[in-house]
């Protein structure tokens, strides 16, 4: 199984920045950039320099009255009258505050996503990644949960418009992918899967089993909620048969999914207890069915991920790795003790407050299992198989 790899990244995109102590800090696309120039696994040529969205792509996801408010609260400062309506636009002081040059990073982070989409529907590489999207919480009129523009709502609107592509859409992220689901929810043609920790404890509050669509789309959306403290072994096997399930069921001609890694147990953000397994195994299972189905049409991008110096590198690393079939990647499987590069470690210990990993893997010798372990995988399995009622089994 091989199919050619591109990297879309834009350094503009690295100006999606609201402030220096917000936890969704552009540090984690250097970080990650610079542990594959060490580990020897991102070649120049392999690089894909992305364009903005243009006014007319984010369009056909965001409300014009938006575009404007972010446009206008790009302005360092903003003109009169707009300090006071950055509330309604979901810009305010809270989790998404607006930023000087906000449009034009945000626009720049939604053209990558087109840009990797593009380059795999025209057929220029079988996979692409863009590490600077998975904007999921981003709502048509509205900023939410650190996403300005929805990258991944503005690239599938993109690939339906211009290749009528029947698209499925995987967020692994711990947080629903909520912006991406409303925006296809009646669109039977885009199907939309989210696995997460349960919005009974987590932002944004949705993605329960019963949101399945409507109208024509009814059916195409699938959400997997997961238990707090869930571990590895429940999380996979979850992941895994729901995703088996769905792609025989809908057949996609691409795959596009998200990425972000803030199930694991070191995210500050959510109450997950996953290691980095789920990281190194996850994309192989999407790699795999990108090949059985989509004839390989992958775009996979970023997303959370608030352990920006233990997981988040390590994480999207790893992904790459699994995208361009890295002998490292299949290596871990006997050699899962494998160190990163020393080289990367000696570079970004003074700047983290943390000690970094020595290997690419977590060493789960000691760690502790939780306790209402039976409890969590028995209440996951559930909300699986209520997810799972209408598809035929394969
Ligand atoms: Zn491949
Ligand atoms: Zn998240």
Redesign the pocket.
């Known amino acids: 199984m091989t199919g050619s790899a591109l990297l879309v990244h834009h350094d503009k995109a690295l100006n999606y920045h609201f402030h220096d102590s917000h936890p969704f800090h552009p540090i984690r696309l250097k970080l990650t950039l610079d542990l594959l120039a060490e580990a020897r696994a991102l070649e120049p040529s392999a690089m894909l320099a992305s364009r903005p969205a243009t006014d007319d792509e984010l369009l056909q996801v965001h409300q014009p009255a938006f575009l404007e408010a972010v446009k206008a609260l790009s302005a360092s400062p903003p003109g009169p009258g707009w300090l006071e309506r950055a509330e309604q636009y979901g810009l305010g002081d809270g989790d998404t505050p607006f930023f000087p040059g906000m449009h034009d990073a945000a626009a720049y982070i939604a053209g990558g996503s087109i840009t990797a989409a593009e380059a795999v529907m025209s057929g220029r590489c079988d996979h692409a990644l863009h590490l600077g999207g998975g904007l999921h919480h981003a709502l048509s009129a509205r900023a939410a949960?650190f996403c300005v523009y929805n990258d991944v709502s503005v690239a599938i609107a993109y690939v339906r418009q211009r290749y009528q592509a029947r698209v499925l859409y995987i967020d692994t992220?711990?947080?629903h992918g909520d912006g991406v689901q409303w925006s296809f929810y009646s669109d039977p043609e885009v199907c939309t899967y989210s696995i997460h920790e349960t919005g009974k404890y987590l932002f944004p509050g949705t993605g329960f089993v019963q949101e399945r669509g409507e109208h024509q789309g009814y059916g195409t959306s699938v959400n997997i909620p997961l238990q707090p403290y869930t571990e590895d072994d429940s999380w996979m096997e979850c992941f895994e048969q729901s995703i088996r399930r769905l792609v025989e069921y809908f057949k996609p001609d691409l795959i596009i999914s998200q990425h972000?890694c803030?199930a694991h147990a070191y995210d500050p953000?959510?109450h997950m207890q996953c290691s980095m397994a789920i990281y190194d195994q996850m994309p192989a299972i999407i790699h795999s069915l990108a090949h059985k189905h989509c004839e390989g049409r992958w775009v996979a991008v970023g997303?959370?991920?608030y352990d920006i110096w233990r997981v988040v590198p390590r994480a999207w690393s790893l992904l790459w790795l699994e995208m361009t079939d890295h002998p490292l990647k299949r290596s871990l499987k006997q050699q899962p003790r494998t160190p990163l590069p020393q080289a990367w470690r000696e570079r970004w210990k003074g700047q983290s407050s943390v000690s970094l990993p020595a290997e690419w893997l977590d060493d789960l010798t000691h760690w502790e299992g939780i306790p209402r372990r039976d409890e969590i995988t028995a209440k996951n399995r559930e909300s699986l198989a209520v997810a799972l009622q209408d598809f035929p089994k394969v």
């Open positions: 949960g992220d711990v947080h972000g803030d953000l959510s997303g959370g991920g």
